[in-house]
């Protein structure tokens, strides 16, 4: 059973340019999860979505973030018009059901954006 | 504002020392998760403390999460070079959805 899986694993774009970074969770899950990870800081929670749902994303910026769970394929998680402040890497968590004291969540490897 | 603060924030120790790792904070968490996150990957969640006073052990590691649900602590016994990582608490909100992740303690341990 494969794990939580991200890509690409880093992402190289300019200033001005879009990032989409893709996210399929363990088989079976539908609970997914966009954390971001700055240098020597943990992980801020960004949004949570279930199949076609978006849940929670009280931790996305109001403006050029964006992110989907369609019902066939991965989550992506889009950044329009990227800046330097955006270079970080992005962790995708999956759950089978609402993470918390029943359920675990899996992170993947993280996408590694540098923002030239 | 970070709602977990760890400390300490790096550690580096010989192997076959002890050491304690501490999350604060003043909110109270439904449940409180322990992570190891190696360069490159993702976090890997080692444990999950539900009940105020609990302590589990696993292995050499042993976490605790405090009675009024606001603190935990890691705690190694005899370290090891595989124990090197980064080590992150994530308290779970009461209200929501939200996992508050700590700030990381870095932990090396030296051969």
């Known amino acids: 059973n494969a794990g939580v899986m991200q890509n690409p694993r880093h992402l190289v774009r300019r200033r001005g340019q879009e990032a989409r970074l893709r996210c399929s969770p363990m088989k079976g899950h539908s609970h997914v999860y966009w954390y971001r990870q700055l240098p020597e800081e943990g992980l801020k929670f960004m949004v949570y979505l279930q199949k076609e749902n978006i849940i929670d994303e009280s931790g996305m910026p109001k403006e050029r973030f964006s992110a989907e769970f369609p019902k066939e394929g991965p989550s992506i998680l889009r950044i329009q018009q990227v800046v330097r402040g955006d270079s970080a890497a992005y962790f995708c968590?999956?759950?089978?059901?609402?993470?918390?004291?029943?359920?675990?969540?899996?992170f993947g490897p993280g996408t590694r954006l540098l923002v030239l | 504002t970070q709602l977990l603060e760890q400390s300490p924030q790096f550690l580096s120790i010989q192997e076959g020392e002890n050491l304690t790792v501490y999350c604060n904070s003043s909110?109270?968490?439904?449940?409180l998760q322990w992570y190891r996150q190696e360069p490159g990957e993702g976090p890997v969640l080692l444990v999950t403390v539900v009940t105020g006073g609990e302590v589990k052990k696993l292995k050499r590691l042993t976490f605790q999460f405090g009675d009024a649900r606001k603190d935990s602590s890691l705690h190694i016994t005899a370290a090891q070079p595989g124990d090197t990582g980064l080590y992150l608490c994530a308290g779970g909100a009461l209200v929501g959805n939200q996992f508050y992740f700590g700030t990381g303690t870095s932990l090396t341990v030296i051969p």
């Open positions: 968590a999956s759950s089978l059901g609402l993470a918390g004291t029943q359920e675990t969540q899996y």
């Open positions: 909110s109270v968490f439904s449940s």
